[in-house]
């Protein structure tokens, strides 16, 4: 039933044990209690893992169960940042070495190789409440760009969210309990 070559995967940051875990989408080999709670701290998600594979429709969120998604390139930040300093240093060096007209051909050429990879980079859908990111997954039309207002709207969601799912027992309530500060002592 399940197409091997389905690569489809999600990323998200447990909200109670807050580590980072990347798991794969679909029935696999792996343990399937892996699919429907966090293997550090038994987390359970909303619902498992084992029915979200890339060629269905991504309508709610595993972990959280919120039916918002923003769409983003798959883009890592500082790598982007690095090679647009890199960039800007190679034209800047053949402006000062061999001539102006030299660096301004360069940085045209820089930025249209920029707009082509960015243009052909794949996209991930993210979830606004839990932001659990889903690669691999087809791309729902109904899903946009990230926008802020929403992200306004899901800043205090997610707090309840994280203050509801970890304190509700499915792992150490002690750990909760040493991580606030004491604030009424
Ligand atoms: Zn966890
Ligand atoms: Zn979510």
Request: hydrophobic fraction near 35%; proline fraction near 3%.
């Amino acid at each position: 039933m399940t197409d091997p070559d389905n690569k489809s995967s999600i990323q998200l940051a447990c909200p109670d044990c807050e580590r980072e875990l990347h798991l794969p989408g679909g029935c696999t080999d792996l343990n399937a209690t892996a699919h429907s709670c966090c293997p550090g701290c038994g987390f359970a998600f909303e619902t498992s893992l084992e029915s979200f594979t890339g060629d269905l429709p991504l309508t709610k969120c595993a972990i959280c169960g919120c039916e918002e998604f923003y769409i983003q390139k798959d883009f890592n930040r500082q790598l982007g940042v690095i090679f647009a300093v890199g960039s800007l240093m190679c034209v800047f060096l053949l402006m000062v070495l061999v001539g102006h007209l030299a660096g301004l051909y360069c940085l045209f050429a820089l930025a249209g190789i920029d707009f082509l990879i960015y243009w052909r980079w794949k996209n991930v859908t993210v979830c606004y409440l839990c932001t659990t990111i889903y690669r691999g997954f087809r791309q729902q039309s109904a899903h946009k760009g990230f926008y802020l207002g929403n992200e306004e709207k899901y800043k205090h969601l997610r707090r309840d969210w994280i203050d509801t799912v970890g304190g509700r027992g499915d792992a150490g309530v002690d750990r909760n309990e040493s991580k606030t500060p004491g604030l009424g002592e």
